[in-house]
């Protein structure tokens, strides 16, 4: 039976407000970045396409020691912020937030420029061609023949966020009910041997990164027929 503290759902319910928020702004901005990846013809492409993939290869904490510079009391945004009066984002929410949103970049982006190209663009221009404007081609053609994508995007990047550890302790550090997520706190529990609490929460980690698997093979086995 799982018996968890109170420490324990504060870390959990700061988890899924952190996994949320981030896939939400994930989606808003991958989505418009993935069309013009998959359809664009600028030669900034490549060098795009890199920068976004960048954290499927970077240790977690090289990303998060950037991040903890730049948005730090001495950095170009956390010193601009102190100078207008505000605190930096160092060890804050926010902070943590950013982290995730480019920690977790790739999730989002690549489901969605996967899903775009397999689209294809006749189906847009034929829409175009029929008086359709842009956001009714979005609404009515892109998204309804895409929502595998976006659906395998929003898992992924919701997933990843909830099980990021690096980026988000190099920036945030574990501060309770702050910055102090599930991943950090299964991480404080085991150095502090209490191998009990680290088990439960690990294994709510285990049996959610099956179902996320399982969701993600399942709807891309459900759209692969899907062509345009």
């Known amino acids: 039976m799982i018996d968890l503290s109170p420490s324990d759902w504060i870390a959990i319910r700061l988890s899924l407000k952190l996994g949320f928020y981030t896939t939400v702004i994930l989606l808003a901005f991958g989505t418009p970045l993935a069309w013009w990846l998959a359809s664009g013809r ?3 492409r490549t060098a795009v396409q890199t920068v976004v993939a960048l954290p499927i290869v970077l240790p977690p904490t090289v990303l998060g ?10 950095g170009w ?3 601009t912020l102190e100078a207008m009066g505000f605190t930096h984002l160092a060890f804050t929410f926010p902070g943590i937030l950013i982290g995730s949103i480019f920690y977790s970049l790739p999730f989002a982006v690549q489901p969605l420029f996967q899903a775009f190209t397999a689209l294809g663009r006749r189906h ?5 061609s029929l008086g359709a404007g842009p956001i009714d081609r979005f609404f009515t053609v892109i998204l309804p023949l895409t929502r595998g994508g976006f659906i395998v995007a929003a898992t992924l990047s919701f997933a990843h966020t909830l099980g990021e550890f690096g980026a988000i302790l190099m920036i945030g550090g574990s501060i309770p009910g702050r910055t102090k997520v599930l991943s950090i706190l299964i991480y404080d529990h085991a150095e502090a041997m209490n191998y009990a ?12 990164a099956f179902i996320v698997l399982f969701t993600v093979y399942a709807v891309n086995r459900r759209f692969d027929t899907v062509r345009p």
Not at 197 to 208: D, G, P
Request: aromatic share 10%.
């Open 42 to 44: 600028s030669p900034l």
């Open 65 to 74: 020691f950037y991040l903890l510079i730049l948005l730090g009391p001495r």
């Open 77 to 79: 945004i956390g010193g």
């Open 124 to 128: 847009v221009e034929v829409a175009a």
């Open 197 to 208: 609490a680290a088990h439960q929460l690990s294994l709510i980690l285990l049996v959610f």
